[in-house]
């Protein structure tokens, strides 16, 4: 397929280097320099253009630009019928976008996040897609989402990755005051936490629970951790957090 991307920063720069493996035929644009030019040289089929050439020798475009300088640049560009967009915007609802970009058709909004580079990341896609579930159900797990209501649960939910992040930092921190091994303590911690959350099937119903479960024999160590954080309040606090982030995104 021809996809071309507005916007070559962060995440379209992540969906390039995830995507140009799978035989498309790939225009992004010229901004930012340094990523555009460095996406070239590293892919055969992915060339660089001014907005207006992206957009004109693509059948898919995807919008990765922010909110603001989409609604300045998207109406001076020139659409077909036959075209398709995608918008990275979540903070656009998918019926602004549509005006800006008529007369193509507003497919959907998708929200992938940088891992997607690598393979095997979440891309969120609301409403669900089939041909945006082709491009990028390859190597990556595409999450369909009916409404924009879910994707604004989705958004606030994936906010989850940093705080887990800082809480295995913090552990492997601390083993390594004691063990003076810091790398040996970051890759324990990513196989057991990463391990423990791949190994069930990515389909089995309650495999969180069931987790749970696994861990909670009685007076066992991650029943104990898990009992001093719920007494500390940190999961009441928790969801307290989810509750705030979503207030943000209903805004
Ligand atoms: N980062 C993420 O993990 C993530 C995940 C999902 C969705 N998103 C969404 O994706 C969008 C982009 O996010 P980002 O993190 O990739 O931001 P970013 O790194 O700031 O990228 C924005 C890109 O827009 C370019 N740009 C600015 N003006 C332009 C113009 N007139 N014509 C063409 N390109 C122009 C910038 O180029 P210059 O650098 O030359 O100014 C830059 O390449 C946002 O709406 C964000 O909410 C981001």
Known sequence: MRIGFLGTGTITSAVVTGIAADAHT?????????????????????????NQQVVSQSDLILVGLMAQTAREILPTLTFRPD????????????AECAALITPAKAEAIVIPFPAIAH??????????????????????????LTNETALTTYMAAQALLSPV?????????????????QAGAERFLRILIGGALTAANYNQP?????????LN??????????????????????????????RRLKL
């Open 119 to 144: 393979g095997g990341s979440p891309v969120l896609i609301c409403p669900p897609s089939r041909v945006l579930a082709q491009v990028f159900g390859v190597s990556n797990h595409v999450v369909p």
């Open 26 to 50: 790939i225009t992004i644009s010229r901004r930012n320099p340094n990523r555009s030019t460095d996406l070239a040289a590293r892919f055969g089929n992915v060339s660089v253009a001014e």
């Open 83 to 94: 075209q398709i967009v995608a918008s990275f915007m979540a903070d656009m609802p998918l």
């Open 217 to 246: 024999t009685e007076g066992g160590l991650n029943a104990e951790l898990r009992e001093f954080f719920a007494a500390k309040g940190v999961f009441d606090e928790l969801i307290q957090g989810l509750d705030q982030l979503e």
């Open 206 to 214: 309650s495999a969180l629970r069931a987790l749970l479960n696994d």
């Open 165 to 181: 992040a800082k809480l295995l930092a913090e552990t492997a921190d601390w083993m390594a005051t004691r063990t003076g091994d």
